[in-house]
Nanobody, 118 residues
Framework: HVQLVESGGGSVQAGGSLRLSCTAS????????LGWFRQPPGKEREGVAA????????NYDDSAKGRFTIAKDNARNTLYLEMNSLKPEDTAMYYC????????????WGQGTQVTVS
């Protein structure tokens, strides 16, 4: 089993930056995929960025390309999401997720951290 804990959310003005962190514990050697998702108010959860840990392949949603950067610190078992040029439409609860499957079926979820852009 894997536990995920996010941090780093907050309120920021449009154009500002935030860095989200997600620390993993438990059977972290089993993880093949790590990702960030978000759920805006009144909307469905959507993918933001993901990293395929064996090879390091990274994918971004179009809304994140050029503004957000996903990165992983293996020594700290921590996943980051650096968010720049934030827009009000980035306002959402942000979640990190992990998968022990080669298909990246998302199995483990954190509790979420709120990002509000005004």
């Amino acid at each position: 089993h894997v536990q995920l804990v996010e941090s780093g959310g907050g309120s920021v003005q449009a154009g500002g930056s935030l860095r989200l962190s997600c620390t993993a514990s438990g059977y972290t050697d089993s993880i093949t995929c790590l990702g960030w998702f978000r759920q805006p108010p009144g909307k469905e959860r959507e993918g933001v960025a993901a990293i395929y840990t064996p090879g390091g392949t990274i994918n971004y949603d179009d809304s994140a390309k050029g503004r957000f950067t996903i990165a992983k610190d293996n020594a700290r078992n921590t996943l980051y999401l650096e968010m720049n040029s934030l827009k009000p439409e980035d306002t959402a609860m942000y979640y990190c997720a992990a998968s022990p499957y080669w298909s990246c079926q998302w199995t483990y979820w954190g509790q979420g951290t709120q990002v509000t852009v005004s």
